[in-house]
């Protein structure tokens, strides 16, 4: 539960942010969690006009690689 809102805040605050920067014509952003034993993966999608904007990030932590997956995204944008 307390990951969760950790979550929707990380990914609030890039999806304003991403939103900002390219002037609100984002159509969708997805984000998909990939898990093994040791490591979680993050796979994003960002669909701007005709662009989509992909980012797979994989790390020990799922918080860093949620940040890493959403900034590889706003530095595309």
């Known amino acids: 539960s307390a990951s969760l809102i950790v979550i929707k ?8 942010k991403i939103s900002e920067k390219a002037n609100s014509n984002v159509d ?3 984000l998909e969690l990939k898990s093994n034993d040791a490591q979680k993966g993050i ?8 662009k989509t904007i992909n980012a797979e990030v994989t790390d020990i932590n799922l918080f860093y690689a949620l940040d890493k997956a959403l ?7």
């Open 28 to 30: 969708e952003l997805s």
């Open 71 to 77: 900034s590889k995204l706003l530095k595309e944008v």
């Open 9 to 16: 805040k990380i990914t609030g605050n890039y999806a304003r």
């Open 43 to 50: 796979n994003s999608n960002l669909k701007i006009k005709d």
